[in-house]
C-alpha cells in the first residue's frame, strides 16, 4: 500500500516527466471517428488520489491526459467526502488549473434501482452537473443481479434506466450504463441481460459505455456489437488483457486485443469519448498510466 509520504515522493511532476515519451454497415460508417482527446477513468488511480487529489490531477495532466472520468458514492474503502475531499466546484476549479476537463462520471445507483428511492440519484445528477459532465454513468447492476439477475430483472432495471435518463435529461444529462462480463451470459434462445438493456431503453435517452476489457473476456467482438448496434456505445474503456491470461489486466498496446479494428469502427460505434482504465497496476502506476496514453495517442488516434 503506497503511503502519503512515499506517494508524494514516487509522484512529483518531475518524477513523472521522467515517464514521458517524445465489416460493417456501410464504408463511410466504418471511417475512424473523430477523436482527439484522451481520457482517463480516475478509478484506475484510487489510491493516489485518496493519498493526495491535487498532485494526482496534476501527474495526470503532466502525462498528457485532456479528460478525466470520476467515480463517485461508490461504498467501501474508497468512499471519501466529494472528490477525495473536495467538493463538486472545488474538484471543478482544480481541473480548470490544470487543463482538464471531465465529461463523464460514474454514480452509484444501488438504491434507486433497487429500491427506486429516487433522492441520492437526484443528488449526484446535481453534482455531474456541477462538475460540467454530460454522460451520467450506471457503473454496475446491485449485487444480486450481477450474481443471478433473471430476463424479468434486468427488464426491471431497463425501466429504471429510462426512468432515470428522463431525470438526468432535465439536467442536461445523458444516462449511460457501463457493462462488466456477467450481463453477456446466454439465458435462453441467445437472450442476454445485455441484449434486454439495449433493446428495451430509449436510445435516444440512454447510451453505452463498452468496456472493452470485459467484452472480450465474455467472448464478445467489439465490432460485430458496433454493427448490430450502431451509435449506441458513446464511450470506450479502453483497457488490455494479457496475452495468456484474459483475466489479468496490463497497460493499452502490451496485450492481445486489437483495438486498431475497434478503433476503426468508432464511428460506427458513435463514440465520443474515451478513457483508459486500468483496474489493477502490477508496476509503477504513473508509469503504467503513461505507456497506455503513448500507446493511445501514437497508435489509435
Same mark, same amino acid.
Given at each position: 500500500? /503506497? /503511503?502519503?509520504?512515499?506517494?508524494? #515522493?514516487?509522484?512529483?511532476?518531475?518524477?513523472? *516527466?521522467?515517464?514521458?515519451?517524445?465489416?460493417?454497415?456501410?464504408?463511410?460508417?466504418?471511417?475512424?471517428?473523430?477523436?482527439? =482527446?484522451?481520457? +482517463?477513468?480516475?478509478?484506475?488511480?484510487?489510491?493516489?488520489?485518496?493519498?493526495?487529489?491535487?498532485?494526482? +490531477? &496534476?501527474?495526470?495532466?503532466?502525462?498528457?491526459?485532456?479528460?478525466?472520468?470520476?467515480?463517485?458514492?461508490?461504498?467501501? =474503502?474508497?468512499?471519501?467526502?466529494?472528490?477525495?475531499?473536495?467538493?463538486?466546484?472545488?474538484?471543478?476549479?482544480?481541473?480548470?488549473?490544470?487543463?482538464?476537463?471531465?465529461?463523464?462520471?460514474?454514480?452509484?445507483?444501488?438504491?434507486?434501482?433497487?429500491?427506486?428511492?429516487?433522492?441520492?440519484? @437526484?443528488?449526484? !445528477?446535481?453534482?455531474? *452537473?456541477?462538475?460540467?459532465?454530460?454522460?451520467?454513468?450506471?457503473?454496475?447492476?446491485? /449485487?444480486? +443481479?450481477?450474481?443471478?439477475?433473471?430476463?424479468?430483472?434486468? @427488464?426491471?432495471?431497463?425501466?429504471?434506466?429510462?426512468?432515470?435518463?428522463?431525470?438526468?435529461? @432535465?439536467?442536461?444529462?445523458?444516462?449511460?450504463?457501463?457493462?462488466?462480463?456477467?450481463?453477456? =451470459?446466454? #439465458?435462453?434462445?441467445?437472450?442476454?441481460?445485455?441484449? !434486454?438493456?439495449?433493446?428495451?431503453?430509449?436510445?435516444?435517452?440512454?447510451?453505452?459505455?463498452?468496456?472493452?476489457?470485459?467484452?472480450?473476456?465474455?467472448?464478445?467482438?467489439?465490432?460485430?456489437?458496433?454493427?448490430?448496434?450502431?451509435?449506441?456505445?458513446?464511450?470506450?474503456?479502453? =483497457?488490455?488483457?494479457?496475452?495468456?491470461?484474459?483475466?489479468?489486466? /496490463?497497460?493499452?498496446?502490451?496485450?492481445?486485443?486489437?483495438?486498431?479494428?475497434?478503433? &476503426?469502427? *468508432? @464511428?460506427?460505434?458513435?463514440?465520443?469519448? +474515451?478513457?483508459?482504465?486500468?483496474?489493477?497496476?502490477?508496476?509503477?502506476?504513473?508509469?503504467? !498510466?503513461?505507456?497506455?496514453?503513448?500507446?493511445?495517442?501514437?497508435?489509435?488516434?
Amino acid at each position: 500500500m /503506497t /503511503t502519503r509520504r512515499s506517494f508524494l #515522493q514516487q509522484t512529483s511532476l518531475a518524477a513523472v *516527466a521522467a515517464f514521458l515519451t517524445p465489416s460493417v454497415i456501410t464504408s463511410a460508417l466504418a471511417q475512424p471517428a473523430k477523436i482527439s =482527446k484522451i481520457g +482517463i477513468g480516475l478509478f484506475t488511480l484510487r489510491e493516489q488520489l485518496t493519498a493526495d487529489v491535487k498532485a494526482t +490531477i &496534476a501527474c495526470v495532466a503532466q502525462i498528457g491526459y485532456n479528460q478525466v472520468e470520476t467515480y463517485y458514492g461508490y461504498p467501501g =474503502k474508497y468512499e471519501v467526502k466529494g472528490f477525495w475531499g473536495l467538493e463538486a466546484k472545488d474538484f471543478k476549479a482544480l481541473l480548470t488549473a490544470n487543463n482538464l476537463t471531465s465529461p463523464s462520471g460514474h454514480y452509484n445507483l444501488t438504491e434507486f434501482l433497487s429500491t427506486g428511492d429516487d433522492k441520492v440519484l @437526484k443528488s449526484h !445528477i446535481e453534482t455531474a *452537473a456541477t462538475v460540467g459532465q454530460k454522460y451520467f454513468v450506471v457503473p454496475a447492476l446491485p /449485487t444480486d +443481479i450481477r450474481a443471478n439477475g433473471t430476463l424479468d430483472d434486468y @427488464k426491471r432495471m431497463a425501466a429504471k434506466f429510462n426512468q432515470a435518463a428522463e431525470l438526468c435529461q @432535465k439536467s442536461g444529462l445523458k444516462l449511460a450504463y457501463h457493462n462488466h462480463n456477467f450481463e453477456f =451470459k446466454d #439465458q435462453g434462445n441467445g437472450v442476454t441481460g445485455y441484449s !434486454i438493456l439495449l433493446n428495451e431503453t430509449d436510445a435516444k435517452l440512454v447510451g453505452f459505455e463498452l468496456d472493452i476489457f470485459w467484452a472480450v473476456n465474455a467472448g464478445l467482438d467489439p465490432v460485430a456489437m458496433f454493427s448490430k448496434n450502431p451509435g449506441r456505445y458513446k464511450m470506450f474503456h479502453v =483497457k488490455d488483457m494479457d496475452k495468456q491470461d484474459k483475466a489479468v489486466f /496490463t497497460e493499452v498496446g502490451s496485450g492481445k486485443i486489437d483495438f486498431k479494428s475497434i478503433f &476503426a469502427s *468508432a @464511428k460506427l460505434a458513435g463514440v465520443d469519448y +474515451i478513457f483508459t482504465e486500468q483496474d489493477l497496476i502490477k508496476k509503477e502506476p504513473f508509469q503504467s !498510466i503513461t505507456e497506455s496514453y503513448n500507446y493511445i495517442k501514437n497508435n489509435l488516434l
